[in-house]
């Protein structure tokens, strides 16, 4: 069985920066893309960023873009988001997501707990 675990989350004041972490626990047996989604209160979860399995491809939403980067170290079965620049409406709980997929951004089947961000203005 599969498990992602998500580290990193917190409160940070607006223009800080966080690191966030998903650690891959178990044998994927494919090898797929994994993707950050994020769900603020009372809003539906949407995508974040995106990476494939080897690297070479990152994706962003335009929201973020420019000031978050998604990388992976597939040697430690981690993947990072690296959260710069931060405004009080990136606040929310982020998923690690990975699993069979359509595209890139699309959510694949498995999910991990979540890590809650919360900037202050």
């Known amino acids: 069985q599969v498990q992602l675990v998500e580290s990193g989350g917190g409160l940070v004041q607006a223009g800080g920066s966080l690191r966030l972490s998903c650690v891959t626990h178990g044998h994927i047996l494919s090898r797929y893309g994994t993707g950050w989604f994020r769900q603020a209160p009372g809003k539906e979860r949407e995508f974040v960023a995106a990476?494939?399995?080897?690297?070479?491809?990152?994706i962003y939403a335009d929201s973020v873009k420019g000031r978050f980067n998604i990388s992976r170290d597939n040697t430690q079965n981690t993947v990072f988001l690296q959260m710069n620049s931060l405004k009080p409406e990136d606040t929310a709980v982020y998923y690690c997501?990975?699993?069979?997929?359509?595209?890139?951004?699309?959510?694949?089947?498995?999910w991990g707990q979540g890590t809650q961000v919360t900037v202050s203005s």
């Open positions: 990476i494939t399995w080897s690297g070479s491809t990152t």
């Open positions: 997501n990975t699993g069979s997929r359509t595209t890139l951004s699309a959510p694949g089947n498995i």
